[in-house]
């Protein structure tokens, strides 16, 4: 998740680990450049799982140029990003959007197919600000012939808000004769599996809870192979924190703090109803005081208490997830 997972995505995937790993996106354009971070993932084999490059842009030599030299570096496979949903992004028309010119998707898909020989997967929603030309998109992706199709159950300028609508999975899995991924919303293993079922859906994407439950993957795997699931309590979510924290790079506290403030954001929304160590870890001035916040709230007597389910009306990132004219979500 550009700007947020960087340099920690290898400990996210440690605990579960997923199927497969999509990287933060590449923005791809004239001058691009490949950011180092998000090699690394392919580059380093840093997850151990197969590592799908997610590339941006909007003109298709380029973004052809650019798939090339990342499969060659290692890339398992190459996902396009047609759904970004942050106003500095889409006001570019990339992401997001492209959606509002679906004869240039349709160019760019074609460019992209006819030179990847990989597994090639586009990730989108369900429209730009309505679902008009869902159909059209639809039929779009078929004749591109992609080999997995990734649907956020909402439109662009829905951003965050209101509710995923499940019915456009449906659709998608009914229409496409790839393997369709449902996104959005996901909580927890018991919401993922009930969304293949009753979807049609071939797997499911999980983005921000898997940032606060990384061991969500392996929860929906347990419970596909009808096992009981992990169920991890509050040291263990201390020992996860403790984890991001070991793996930062050498750098000054400041940023090391600004790095794991978002991840505290999203675990804080699972610690306690009222929200008090949410609140406590946002306005932490220190690496020490917020690791100190967290040996207060996680463990001694909280310890053993169950964690990862999200408390109703916590919000982790609320400048972020509800403020649909948020310019912030990408840096
Ligand atoms: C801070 C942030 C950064 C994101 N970066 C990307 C990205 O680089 N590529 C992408 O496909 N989606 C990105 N997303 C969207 C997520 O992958 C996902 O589609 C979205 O959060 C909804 O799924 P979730 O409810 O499981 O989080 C980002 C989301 C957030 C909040």
């Known amino acids: 998740m550009r700007g947020l997972t960087q340099g920690l995505t290898k400990i996210v995937c440690k605990y579960g680990p997923p199927d497969c790993l999509f990287t933060e996106f590449f923005r791809v354009h004239k001058n691009y450049c490949l950011e180092e971070d998000n090699l690394a993932l392919i580059v380093q084999k840093q997850v151990g799982v197969p590592v799908i490059a997610q590339l941006m842009g909007e003109d298709e030599a380029y973004l052809v140029e650019a798939a090339k030299k990342l499969v060659a570096m290692g890339a ?15 006001r570019k028309n990339v992401g997001g959007g492209l959606l509002r010119d679906l004869d240039r998707v349709a160019i760019i898909l ?22 008009k030309d869902f159909e059209k998109l639809l039929e779009i992706i078929q004749n591109a012939q992609i080999d997995l199709f990734t649907l956020h ?20 899995a009914q229409v496409l004769p790839c393997p369709v991924v449902a996104n959005g919303d996901i909580q927890t293993a018991e919401q993922a599996i009930a969304l293949i079922e009753n979807t ?30 992990f169920q ?6 201390r020992k996860y924190v403790q984890d991001l ?20 954001n999203y675990i804080g929304i699972a610690v306690d109803p009222d929200g008090t160590f949410l609140q406590k870890v946002r306005r932490s001035t220190s690496t020490s ?34 403020d649909s004219a948020s310019d912030d979500l990408i840096p």
């Open 76 to 90: 398992d496979g190459i996902d396009f990003n047609l759904g970004c949903p942050a106003p500095r992004v889409f």
């Open 110 to 131: 074609k460019a992209l197919r006819a030179e990847l020989t990989c597994t090639f997967s586009v990730k989108t929603r369900v429209g730009f600000d309505s679902d």
């Open 153 to 172: 159950g909402r439109t662009v300028k829905a951003f965050y808000s209101g509710t995923v609508d499940t019915r456009y999975f449906k659709r998608a």
């Open 200 to 229: 049609g859906c071939r797997g499911v994407m999980i983005g921000r809870a898997a940032i606060r439950n990384p061991w969500i993957f392996g929860q929906i795997r347990s419970l596909l192979n009808g096992e009981r699931p």
């Open 232 to 237: 991890p309590t509050l040291s263990d979510a």
């Open 245 to 264: 924290y070991d793996a930062l790079p050498d750098v000054s506290d400041a940023i090391k703090l600004s790095s794991l403030k978002p991840f505290l």
């Open 289 to 322: 005081e917020m690791l100190a916040l967290c040996d207060t709230h996680l463990l001694g007597p909280h310890a053993d208490k169950p964690y990862a389910t999200p408390y109703a009306g916590l919000i982790a990132r609320p400048n972020r997830e509800k």
